[in-house]
């Protein structure tokens, strides 16, 4: 899926980047730690916990499908066959995203006119195609990509940032959205652009006050869209659930406030991950990387998933806080980073 662009990872051996710098932890360094609720960390754990296929930790996942998903069982099997470890230099950058819920319509008409597209099948990875102004001005129209079409540019665009969604039809149905590519732009965020002009101070930028710019301008707003080039594409999923997350970058559904998109470069897909994010509203939970983003980058650096609608999307957009962010590794793992750091 998120900026955020939930590119589909390869799912191979965990193992991380060597960061400048790591530091070994016990749990009782942990902020809140007794207090999380581990037994839901661990269902999240097992949804991705048997893709990991690296030695040190398929007997780690075999042993946790057989714990008991109670919290004292769930927090002993993390303390017992893991050691927590910060990588890279404090404070974290946490950030949120949602999944979108949209109305939409299968086909354009007067009010719903733009359109969401699915993977040209000319597009191949790693190449760069037509640029965000190039599409929106008409690149691809006439061709039958569209999946659906949306009554408002602002939702196209985040619908994108996302990466995910689910599609309210006109006639009744719900369709649900999942990554399918992207147009090999680079990303580039639409917030630090208007900090750059002097339109806005850093602290007034928000998914919000972004969207409420570009409906106050429509004109200037669609160019400020338009500056950044990358531009996803989408696939209809139809082997998910009402209740079932959107997928992310390890193919399965992710979890409310228990998933986090990370840099697969630097915290391996499938990792548990303590989080201490300050700000407004601090969380101090255990949650699992299972999705990446194309603005998620470096070491302490995490986007918390909030869930589904205008309300996650509310909770999500005005998430920009400071913190920790502490992987938890196998133990001989955890010392090797050690050493290697």
Request: glycine fraction near 10%; proline fraction near 7%; charged fraction near 25%.
């Given at each position: ?225 338009h500056t950044n080039p990358s531009y996803v594409f989408f ?107």
């Amino acid at each position: 899926m998120r900026p955020l662009f939930r590119i589909l990872a390869l799912v191979v051996a965990v193992t991380a980047a060597a960061p400048a710098q790591a530091e070994l932890l016990d749990f009782e360094a942990l902020d809140g730690w007794r207090d999380d609720n581990h037994a839901a960390a661990l269902v999240a754990f097992l949804r991705t916990c048997d893709l990991i296929d690296a030695p040190d930790w398929r007997p780690i996942c075999a042993m946790a499908a057989d714990v008991p998903q109670d919290d004292i069982s769930a927090r002993s099997f993390f303390e017992l066959f893991f050691k927590p470890v910060v990588v890279g230099d404090p404070p974290a950058l946490f950030t949120g995203y949602f999944e979108p819920e949209l109305d939409g319509s299968p086909v354009r008409t007067g009010r719903f006119k733009y359109p969401l597209y699915r993977r040209p099948p000319e597009l191949r990875d790693g190449t760069v195609f037509h640029s965000r102004a190039a599409i929106d001005n008409g690149a691809l129209a006439g061709r039958g990509l569209e999946i659906a079409w949306l009554d408002d540019p602002i939702d196209a665009y985040f619908l994108q940032v996302q990466g995910s969604g689910r599609i309210r039809m006109t006639d009744g149905t719900v369709i649900r959205l999942g990554y399918a590519g992207a147009n090999g732009h680079a990303y580039r965020s639409i917030g630090q652009e208007m900090v750059r002009r002097g339109s806005h101070t850093i602290d007034q930028v928000s998914a919000q006050e972004i969207a409420a710019y570009v409906r106050r301008n429509p004109g200037p707003g669609r160019a400020l869209l338009h500056t950044n080039p990358s531009y996803v594409f989408f696939r209809k999923i139809g082997t998910l659930s009402a209740e079932d997350g959107p997928i992310g970058a390890m193919g399965r559904s992710i979890t409310t406030m228990r998933s986090v998109a990370i840099d697969p470069k630097f915290t391996p897909l499938g990792a548990p991950v303590w989080i201490e994010k300050d700000g407004r509203s601090p969380i101090r939970s255990l949650m699992i990387a299972q999705d990446t983003g194309g603005a998620i980058k470096g070491l302490q650096r995490a986007d918390i998933f909030y869930g589904t609608g205008d309300g996650a999307g509310d909770a999500a957009g005005t998430v920009k806080d400071p913190g920790r962010m502490v992987l938890l590794l196998p133990i001989d793992r955890a010392y090797a980073m050690l050493e290697g750091g």
